[in-house]
């Protein structure tokens, strides 16, 4: 199968003409080539289905309305890796996507404790107000459309002609412990985690500005130690996490994100077909 023009799978209005059935074998085959345009990527395919279809010469036209697809990703990891950065580049590019940031959800300065280590628990689940963020997700989930008007995100034409569930939705979840909350950890359909090593960590926290200034010893006495600890958690409980090296460049992860991203959706996009006409 050869698509009439090149598209861009991420985007909604998908087509597809089905021109060529090779028989025998039960393989979906899948050429890709690929091409950057501006800051889209679009494939030239070639496509092999098991079976027949009423002829070898007919077009299967197939649209957005009969793809259902609401993906929700992931960024985790280490305070100041980069995640918001990551963030900001793929929402640009993605089509229908809205973000949730952990970070709106902590609670008040003095709602939050003082360990044993001397210094307010920041960094730890409790100091978030992870009900309400796990009540936003799920806002998103019921009407992704409402959603992103709700909070200024522009959608594509076709998503806003149809009902929710018939065009392509993103959701990004961006924050240091998404993956130490055992009630949303199956939410995810993909997960990423940059990582970072400690001094490297160090010296980009020390020129932020927070609105809650850092402490002299904070970093030492309790964000990295919380962040070995967490890590660890998330390790244990949490499978299926892609691990980003925070130290390459922003254009580096991003694309090395948006390309697995892209895949996900392609993959999705063929299993639907498959299931169809298979």
Same mark, same amino acid.
């Given at each position: 199968?050869?698509?009439d023009t090149?598209l861009?799978?991420?985007?909604a209005?998908?087509r597809?003409?089905?021109n060529e ?5 039960n393989i979906?085959?899948v050429?890709k080539?690929?091409?950057r345009?501006e800051?889209y990527?679009?494939f030239?395919r070639e496509? +092999?289905y $098991?079976g ?10 197939l ?12 960024i985790?990891?280490v305070?100041?890796?980069?995640k918001? #950065?990551?963030?900001n580049k793929?929402?640009?590019?993605l089509p ?5 940031h952990?970070?709106?959800f *902590?609670?008040k300065?003095?709602q939050?404790?003082v360990?044993?280590d001397? *210094? $307010?628990?920041?960094?730890v689940? #409790?100091?978030l107000?992870?009900? +309400?963020m796990v ?5 998103w989930?019921?009407n992704p459309v409402k *959603? ?7 959608? #594509?034409?076709? +998503? =806003?002609?149809q009902?929710?569930d %018939?065009?392509?939705h993103?959701?990004i979840v961006?924050g ?8 949303i950890?199956d939410v995810y359909?993909q997960r990423y985690?940059? +990582?970072?090593?400690? =001094?490297?960590?160090k010296?980009?926290?020390s020129?932020?500005t927070y #609105? ?5 010893g ?9 962040y070995?600890?967490?890590?660890k958690e998330?390790? %244990?409980?949490c499978n299926?996490? =892609?691990?980003l090296?925070?130290l390459k ?5 991003y ?7 892209? %895949? ?5 996009f063929?299993g639907?077909?498959?299931t169809?006409?298979?």
């Amino acid at each position: 199968m050869k698509s009439d023009t090149m598209l861009n799978p991420l985007y909604a209005g998908l087509r597809y003409s089905i021109n060529e059935v090779v028989k025998g074998g039960n393989i979906l085959l899948v050429r890709k080539r690929k091409e950057r345009r501006e800051k889209y990527l679009s494939f030239d395919r070639e496509v +092999a289905y $098991r079976g027949s279809l009423p002829s070898d010469n007919t077009n299967v036209l197939l649209t957005d309305q009969d793809i259902i697809m609401k993906l929700i990703i992931g960024i985790g990891g280490v305070t100041n890796g980069g995640k918001t #950065t990551l963030t900001n580049k793929l929402m640009q590019a993605l089509p229908n996507c809205c973000v949730i940031h952990q970070d709106d959800f *902590f609670k008040k300065p003095d709602q939050i404790e003082v360990g044993e280590d001397g *210094f $307010r628990q920041w960094d730890v689940i #409790t100091s978030l107000d992870m009900e +309400a963020m796990v009540n936003t997700i799920k806002g998103w989930q019921e009407n992704p459309v409402k *959603f992103a008007r709700s909070h200024g995100v522009s959608v #594509t034409p076709k +998503a =806003e002609e149809q009902e929710p569930d %018939n065009a392509i939705h993103i959701l990004i979840v961006e924050g240091f412990l998404l993956y130490n909350y055992q009630h949303i950890l199956d939410v995810y359909d993909q997960r990423y985690y940059i +990582a970072i090593p400690k =001094e490297e960590c160090k010296r980009r926290r020390s020129t932020r500005t927070y #609105t809650v200034p850092d402490p002299p010893g904070l970093f030492e006495g309790h964000v990295w130690p919380m962040y070995l600890k967490h890590r660890k958690e998330m390790e %244990n409980n949490c499978n299926g996490i =892609e691990y980003l090296d925070g130290l390459k460049s922003k254009e580096e992860i991003y694309n090395q994100v948006y390309e697995s991203i892209h %895949n996900n959706l392609l993959n999705r996009f063929i299993g639907k077909i498959s299931t169809q006409y298979v």
